[in-house]
């Protein structure tokens, strides 16, 4: 596709449920992040990925939160037993290449909802 | 920790007027992007900033960067009412420039 995609958009889901969350990056990209903007917040870093490998997972706030890219594209990010704080948007970027040279382009997000 | 902060949080001005967003942050850096953000919609990049003295212009609006006083500025020249959004800056890190911070935004609106 021409940008970053994001699946779902809104998902609403209960305390302690695990949700998976879907980016698609611009074809070719080969560096994707994961960030996570709360209202009225700039977006806080979660996690990059450079390839399949996560290049720095230092952002994700604590083990219940997981990442994966196994083939160099797609990402998931996982929560498990969401809680009441993790509702916040979750915005996927790829970059052409890893090196800061190159802007980043931001998808949709995901705006996630923990009831 | 790099702490990135921008003013004023929030902007109202009349269409015709120029005005100045600041971003200052707290570490050395020379990578820094401006953003704008609309209303539920994801970030949209506006410039990316590369050296001391970098200067971009795109329309109305103007990025400058200077890397020793550790600020960034975007200037908006006769404002019109399309430029309302939110506009964050964001820091990347020295030597892991893949981790952006990002400033709190500056919510603008230009009114008619």
């Known amino acids: 596709g021409a940008g970053v995609s994001q699946t779902p958009s809104n998902k609403v889901t209960e305390k302690g449920k695990y949700v998976e969350l879907r980016c698609d990056p611009i074809s070719g990209h080969t560096a994707l992040y994961w960030y996570r903007q709360s209202l009225g917040q700039g977006p806080e870093f979660l996690i990059y990925?450079?390839?399949?490998?996560?290049?720095?997972d230092s952002g994700l706030p604590n083990d219940r939160f997981f990442a994966v890219r196994p083939e160099g594209s797609v990402s998931t990010l996982k929560i498990q037993r969401t809680e009441r704080g993790d509702s916040a948007v979750y915005l996927c970027a790829s970059s052409l290449m890893g090196d800061g040279y190159t802007e980043a382009f931001f998808g949709q997000g995901t705006r996630l909802t923990v009831v | 920790e790099l702490k990135v902060e921008q003013n004023p949080l929030f902007l109202s001005m009349q269409e015709g007027k120029n005005y100045t967003i600041y971003c200052n942050y707290s570490t050395t850096s020379d990578r820094l992007y401006w953003y704008r953000q609309d209303p539920g919609k994801s970030l949209e990049s506006l410039f990316v900033l590369l050296s001391n003295g970098a200067v971009k212009q795109e329309g109305r609006l103007m990025a400058s960067l200077d890397t020793k006083a550790r600020l960034s500025t975007l200037h908006i020249t006769a404002a019109v009412h399309d430029l309302s959004a939110t506009y964050f800056c964001?820091?990347?890190?020295?030597?892991?420039?893949?981790?952006?911070?990002f400033g709190s935004g500056t919510k603008l609106n230009v009114k008619p």
């Open positions: 964001a820091v990347g890190v020295l030597y892991n420039f893949n981790k952006f911070y």
């Open positions: 990925f450079q390839g399949t490998g996560a290049a720095d």
